[in-house]
């Protein structure tokens, strides 16, 4: 039998998408706005958007409530999330059983960013967007950011600008749409639908939204407390490796454009990366089930705060928010606010000519698969001021001890303002010499970026701290 005539139905990769991700991501003068205009308009947005928030005791939040059976505090929706008990039993750490208070989100938010191509050139449309756990009130976030119960209107408050992009993304070019987790020591199996779309008509700005080129966010991401996480983690799913740069030179750049191409060669093959990472969720046993929030041990509550005895780790509050940018102009809600800057830094060294980093297959246990691709380094250190030197986490004495010409690059930036009150990592990229000593350590290995960009298209794999520096890495220059 012949084979049947074609009906055109088939559709084939866009092969020109590597090439044209690459060029924005080198562009800043082809883009719509200067990068000056841009940090112009984020401020004048700052002074127009109202951005007022009290913390207040709990019996003056509205609608939310402690629960007389359980301790637990909830909305009294029964939506947007509550902050329960969890008890946790784990192998691994310095502490092997313990019980905290937790955030339980069980819905799935959206975080998009939408893109075009504007006189050739790939852009971003980037929101200015108050939160009220934001240090500083406006930074910049995805198009859409939003939890299931506001994008259907639970609040009763106006609709999410842009959202039809992405719930209704049928016939529009997909980039990226995977579910990727949050922090696990503050969430409990908490996940987001990460998503990248890309539009063919125009889009117009609204006042708070603006078209912005990767390279432009690249240089931004260098700017204390301004992209905001839930940009980063959406940055991070960029497909690719940015095809296009120079890989000749014995430079910084010529290490970073190797290691985006998997041509060059690696220390593990994907497959032993992939391996490694599965006997580790094999190797480690965590249980951790939620329990009611007054079966917690060791921590208080008062008329305005949930703290630990020993006033570590975070306390949650409750604040009254009033703002003129938001689906609703004032509410109450709780906010998970973390005692100390953390240290949230990435090892990295040339093999070869090839960067890598050295990341931990790290274990919270708010997560889904016990454990998750961290960077070298994620901790507070005023936590383990009470232990001794051999429970530090490993390397966070290089990290503490980097000379200024190691440093690639280093920010304070700001964790999700929605869930976290004035939360702030200060985030870094460390170049270790080639023969830096491995430690041998099972829970450790050297990745290079295609391989972190391979495993970013599925879910569960790179957490939401190291997702934050995976979009700082690629913009290294």
């Known amino acids: 039998m012949a084979p049947s005539a074609g009906t055109g139905l088939l559709r084939k990769p866009d092969t020109t998408l590597p090439h044209r991700l690459a060029r924005s991501a080198r562009a800043e003068r082809d883009a719509l706005h200067s990068t ?36 637990d505090l909830g909305h009294t929706s029964g939506k947007f999330f509550s902050v329960q008990g969890l008890r ?31 006189d050739g ?16 009130g406006v930074q910049l976030s995805p198009t859409v950011q939003a939890t299931r119960s506001n994008y259907t209107r639970v609040h009763e408050g106006g609709a999410v600008p842009y959202l039809e992009h992405f719930r209704d993304a049928a016939g529009q070019q997909v980039l990226s749409d995977v579910l990727q987790s949050e922090q696990g020591s503050w969430f409990f199996r908490k996940r987001n639908r990460n998503m990248l779309v890309e539009v063919r008509e125009p889009v117009a700005e609204h006042e708070d939204f603006r078209w912005v080129t990767i390279g432009q966010l690249h240089r931004l991401l260098a700017v204390d407390d301004l992209v905001n996480m839930d940009a980063r983690t959406v940055l991070s799913c960029l497909p690719g490796g940015f095809e296009g740069s120079e890989v000749d030179g014995s430079d910084l750049a010529g290490a970073l454009a190797r290691s985006r191409d998997p041509r060059s060669g690696t220390l593990h093959t994907t497959a032993e990366v992939r391996s ?44 009254d928010v009033r703002s003129n940018s938001r689906e609703v102009g004032g509410w109450t809600q709780p906010l998970l606010h973390p005692h100390g800057t953390g240290v949230v830094a990435l090892l990295v060294k040339r093999v070869d000519g090839v960067l890598h980093a050295l990341l931990n297959a790290r274990v919270e246990p708010g997560y889904l698969d016990v454990v998750e691709l961290a960077p070298t380094v994620q901790c507070t250190p005023e936590n383990y001021a009470g232990l001794g030197v051999d429970y530090r986490p490993p390397h966070l004495d290089v990290v503490l001890s980097r000379r200024p010409e190691q440093v690639l690059f280093d920010t304070e930036l700001s964790e999700e303002g929605g869930r976290f009150y ?19 350590l099972p829970d450790f290995r050297w990745l290079a970026l295609h391989q972190l960009t391979g495993l970013l298209e599925h879910s569960h794999y790179v957490n939401v701290q190291a997702r934050s520096l995976i979009a700082c890495l690629r913009g290294l220059r």
């Open 276 to 319: 490694w990472i599965t006997s580790r969720q094999a190797e480690h046993q965590v249980r951790a089930s939620l329990i009611p929030l007054h079966a917690v041990r060791g921590w208080r509550r008062t008329d305005a705060e949930i703290r630990h005895e020993l006033g570590t780790f975070f306390t949650v509050l409750a604040v």
């Open 121 to 136: 050139v790939l852009h971003c449309l980037m929101q200015a967007k108050t939160e009220p756990g934001n240090v500083n």
């Open 88 to 118: 946790v039993s784990s192998d691994h750490g310095p502490v092997r059983s313990w019980t905290q208070p937790i955030i339980n989100q069980p819905e799935i938010g959206i975080l998009g960013i939408l893109l075009r191509e504007i």
């Open 422 to 440: 004035q939360a702030r990592n200060r985030y870094q990229i460390i170049e270790v010499d080639a023969d830096f000593p491995d430690s041998d």
């Open 36 to 71: 000056e205009e841009l940090l112009a308009w984020v401020r004048e947005r700052g002074a127009a958007q109202l951005h007022d928030v009290r913390r207040i005791p709990f019996a003056e939040l509205d609608k939310w409530r402690f629960d007389d059976a359980t301790g």
